[in-house]
């Protein structure tokens, strides 16, 4: 829940009911001892997929209507993943058929009716790269920009480039880009 943002609060299973969650997070085991209309098993959320991501913010926030997502090429890859409720994910990656993997998931997983997808073009062969594999994967499904990413990184001390970079993916995801044709 931390690693996605989500606010939570801690409790016995008799006291979930009476604290009006918007979704109750359990055990297998304790299901039953819950009386709420949105509950998920831990069980069902494990596993390296985006399935589990998707099945959790899903039943926090219902339909959501438009994903955008931003990329910041580079040795390191700064990507963030955006939907009008807020981010849903955000991570530096190394290998650009990572990056092109997990965009593929999430726009071929999202019932979102518009999916976008701004790769900032600092690093224009690996933008270019990055843009290509997805259009082949995903391209009918998601709209590709290449957004002009000058100033999207801020002046970083030492050891914070991780920050920096997911700052500029960002960035690049809320400019406005050319279309990949």
Not at 35 to 41: E, F, M, S, Y
Not at 62 to 79: K, L, W
Request: one cysteine or more; charged letters at 25%; a neutral charge.
């Amino acid at each position: 829940m931390k690693r996605l943002c989500i606010p939570y609060r801690v409790c016995e299973p008799r006291e979930a009911s009476d604290t009006h969650p918007v979704l109750v997070l359990t055990t297998r085991h304790e299901r039953d001892l819950i009386k709420h209309p949105h509950v998920l098993c831990v069980e069902d959320l494990e596993g390296d997929s985006i399935l589990p991501q998707a099945s959790l913010y899903s039943s926090l926030y219902g339909e959501i209507s438009e994903i955008v997502v931003g990329i910041d090429p580079g040795s390191r890859i700064g990507i963030v993943i955006c939907s009008q409720k807020g981010e849903i994910e955000s991570q530096v990656m190394r290998s650009v058929d990572e990056v092109i993997l997990r965009v593929s998931q999430w726009v071929s997983i999202s019932t979102a009716k518009r999916k976008i997808v701004r790769i900032g073009n600092g690093d224009k062969d690996m933008a270019y790269t990055i843009a290509g594999g997805l259009a082949v994967r995903v391209g009918d499904r998601v709209n590709i920009e290449i957004v002009d990413e000058r100033g999207t990184s801020p002046a970083s001390r030492p050891n914070c480039r991780g920050f920096r970079d997911l700052q500029s993916a960002r960035i690049i995801a809320f400019r406005e880009g050319k279309p990949l044709l």
